[in-house]
């Protein structure tokens, strides 16, 4: 009975105690951290310089696209195909004819045409080059090039055109050079394309600007 007496008078003391206690201040906020510093950026990918190495061609298109909006486009294509490469980038010297023929592909964001088929093709022929007398004939080639607008509708272009094409004009041909040491051969270009002659039904200029390095077929060297 006593024991029983001494737990109900227990019980009630801390009943009157936790009763009473009132909740204290909320304590302060802690100090946010310092932001650590970025990190260096990583290397490119395995592969991504060796399929870029040889130079790029840079292409501009700006004219109205089939729906009668106005567009500019400039991209620049710099990867090569990594099959076929010896005639995708190549270039032939005739020296008895005062002859040079270069041939250069390069696609948007892929290394071969099997998996994505977006590309552009520039070949020029330069006959007695560096004389007073030169002359260039340019070929380009632009194939499965979408041209996205800022209204979020695309069309495809797919199309070629030679300088001395029927409806070119203003043909603006400069910075030609071809280092037979190093193979480097860059050349700019600019033409006009009326609305009949091109795929997009409306008036198209065209401009390009190619900084590459060529390769020479030993066949052509070695005589037979």
């Known amino acids: 009975m006593k024991k029983h007496f001494l737990k109900?008078?227990?019980?009630?003391?801390?009943?009157?105690?936790?009763?009473?206690c009132e909740d204290g201040e909320n304590g302060l906020d802690g100090i946010d951290g310092i932001d650590g510093v970025d990190g260096t950026d990583g290397e490119n990918g395995v592969g991504f310089d060796e399929l870029s190495k040889f130079g790029?061609?840079?292409?501009?298109?700006?004219?109205?696209?089939p729906d009668g909006v106005p567009f500019t486009k400039t991209d620049t294509f710099k990867f090569i195909g990594v099959e076929d490469?010896?005639?995708?980038?190549?270039?032939?010297i005739d020296p008895e004819n005062a002859l040079l023929e270069f041939d250069a592909v390069r696609f948007l964001s892929t290394p071969d045409e099997e998996f994505q088929g977006s590309e552009v093709e520039v070949f020029a022929e330069v006959?007695?080059?560096?004389?007073?007398?030169?002359?260039?004939?340019?070929f380009i080639g632009i194939a499965d090039y979408a041209i996205i607008g800022d209204d979020?509708?695309?069309?495809?272009?797919?199309?070629?055109?030679?300088t001395d094409d029927a409806g070119v004009s203003n043909v603006s041909i400069?910075?030609?050079?071809?280092?037979?040491e190093t193979?480097?051969?860059?050349i700019s270009f600019s033409f006009d394309i009326d609305a009949d002659n091109n795929?997009?039904?409306?008036d198209l200029s065209v401009s390009a600007e190619v900084d590459v390095i060529v390769f020479e077929d030993i066949e052509d060297i070695v005589p037979n």
């Open 174 to 180: 400069t910075n030609f050079n071809f280092n037979n």
């Open 8 to 20: 109900i008078m227990l019980l009630c003391t801390l009943g009157i105690f936790f009763s009473n």
């Open 152 to 162: 979020l509708t695309f069309f495809r272009f797919d199309d070629s055109f030679e």
């Open 127 to 138: 006959t007695n080059p560096g004389e007073q007398n030169q002359e260039i004939l340019i």
């Open 183 to 186: 193979n480097a051969f860059t």
């Open 56 to 65: 790029a061609i840079t292409l501009n298109l700006e004219g109205t696209r």
């Open 85 to 92: 490469v010896d005639f995708l980038n190549t270039v032939f």
């Open 199 to 202: 795929s997009t039904g409306n």
